[in-house]
């Protein structure tokens, strides 16, 4: 465990940072306070950049570099595969058990507060606890971060993962607490997944599409 945490600081010691830093923030603020000061941080600019930068964390993108990574390795695509699918196995059972009658900024404000909206988005009203964008976004960034060697797409991963999950918060759908859990498991998860599967010697798993169609 020493040694992938060595190798993955690139990506873990900005998210351990990003963990204590959202948990003073947590204990310190009330989330509607939370959510009051980031919905006054908008512009047109970042209205299209975050209507699009949410679809960096949800289940097609997953698919499609799931897709991507059978060609490069199985695996590649097995550990994220397993990451996203849990994690947001997880997320969805917590959303729609425990937690389900938890509302959506949206509803949350209704009658309080007038929020600012992103034009074109349909927000939800219920099932806000935990981010499901959130889990699949960490789940899948810190898998592809622990397949990679280089430190710079690390971070790379690791800040794509963060500006998926805040588009939840900007865009209005979730509130801090939901993104700052659904991180926490998506990470965990992938940690899991990666560490599991990473530790066994398995022939097949090595091989990929490309190394198949060859031996055909």
């Known amino acids: 465990m020493k040694t992938i945490f060595n190798a993955n600081r690139a990506f873990i010691i900005p998210y351990i940072i990003f963990i204590l830093l959202g948990a003073v923030l947590i204990i310190i603020n009330s989330k509607s306070i939370t959510h009051l000061e980031f919905n006054t941080l908008h512009n047109s600019f970042f209205d299209v950049f975050f209507y699009y930068a949410t679809n960096l964390g949800d289940g097609v993108m997953a698919l499609l570099i799931v897709i991507i990574l059978i060609v490069i390795k199985y695996k590649y695509a097995l550990i994220v595969a397993l990451s996203t699918i849990i994690a947001s196995l997880i997320t969805q059972l917590l959303k729609h058990t425990f937690f389900s009658g938890i509302v959506r900024p949206k ?11 992103v034009p074109g988005v349909n927000n939800h009203l219920y099932n806000s606890f935990p981010s499901g964008h959130s889990t699949c976004a960490f789940s899948l960034y810190f898998s592809l971060a622990l397949l990679v060697k280089n430190k710079l797409l690390k971070f790379i991963f690791f ?10 918060i900007y865009l209005s759908q979730h509130f801090f607490e939901d993104v700052y859990v659904g991180s926490l498991i998506g990470t965990i998860i992938a940690f899991v997944v990666f ?21 055909q």
């Not at 794509?160 to 805040?166: E, M, R």
């Open 107 to 117: 509803k949350f404000f209704e009658g309080v507060h007038e929020l600012y909206f």
């Open 159 to 168: 800040s794509v993962a963060l500006l998926s999950a805040y588009s939840r």
């Open 195 to 215: 560490y599991a599967i990473s530790t066994k010697a398995n022939i097949k798993l090595e091989e990929s599409l490309i190394t198949q169609l060859k031996k």
